[in-house]
């Protein structure tokens, strides 16, 4: 990374947890510059937009979809930067 504070991405359906996360990282690290995503489209805006170093991805997004909600995301990201952890 570079001398800029990083971004950090959270991608969590479930909101109340989503602030926790959040908040959490915020103190524990309060250089890093968090966000947070609900869905899987306002993820990828994101992701496009801040091209994180760190996604932290909630990978049951629809809970009637399982896994495979979350699982899908992460080529997707790795296409908008390859540096980018998930």
């Given at each position: 990374m570079d001398s800029k504070?990083?971004?950090i991405l959270f991608v969590e359906d479930d909101k109340a947890l989503?602030?926790?996360l959040m908040k959490g990282a915020r103190l524990r690290s309060p250089d890093l510059n968090c966000?947070?995503?609900?869905t899987d489209a306002e993820?990828?805006?994101?992701?496009?937009?801040?091209l994180p170093e760190v996604i932290v991805l909630d990978l049951t997004l629809d809970p009637?979809?399982?896994?495979?909600?979350?699982?899908?995301l992460i080529p997707k990201?790795?296409?908008i930067s390859e540096s980018t952890r998930v």
């Open positions: 504070n990083p971004n989503l602030t926790r966000h947070g995503a609900a993820a990828l805006l994101m992701a496009k937009k801040l009637a979809r399982g896994p495979e909600s979350g699982l899908r990201f790795f296409e």
